[in-house]
Nanobody, 119 residues
Framework: VLLVESGGGLVQPGGSLRLTCVVS????????LSWVRQPPGKGLEWVSS?????YYADSVKGRFTISRDNAKNTVYLQMDSLKSEDTGLYYC????????????????WGQGTQVTVSS
């Protein structure tokens, strides 16, 4: 199983980025797909998940949009109105059910893509 994230970078506050995660080696449509981030010097934070529904952490609700394309085995995270506190390493992960911040329930993880929000 392989999860490969891309799309991170340096952006000014108020700007936008779109993260992409391509998944291979599993039956993509069966799984919840999630984005989890790790701010510098801090622990993991759940950001968002998707199955047939979408779920968001309060800190990103209204600013981030998660979507998936089962035909392309791909999950996206559109991030708008970015703030400095959104800075971190963003991971894509799979789970059999909605896992939220129970990080031991995630099956597979990508290597992460760095997002830096700074002027």
């Amino acid at each position: 199983v392989l999860l490969v994230e891309s799309g991170g970078g340096l952006v000014q506050p108020g700007g936008s980025l779109r993260l992409t995660c391509v998944v291979s080696g599993l039956r993509f449509s069966r799984y919840y797909l999630s984005w989890v981030r790790q701010p510098p010097g801090k622990g993991l934070e759940w950001v968002s998940s998707i199955d047939l529904n979408t779920y968001y952490a309060d800190s990103v609700k209204g600013r981030f949009t998660i979507s998936r394309d089962n035909a392309k085995n791909t999950v996206y995270l559109q991030m708008d109105s970015l703030k400095s506190e959104d800075t971190g390493l963003y991971y894509c992960a799979t789970s059999d059910a909605l896992a939220g911040e129970d990080f031991q329930r995630y099956n597979y993880w990508g290597q992460g893509t760095q997002v830096t929000v700074s002027s």
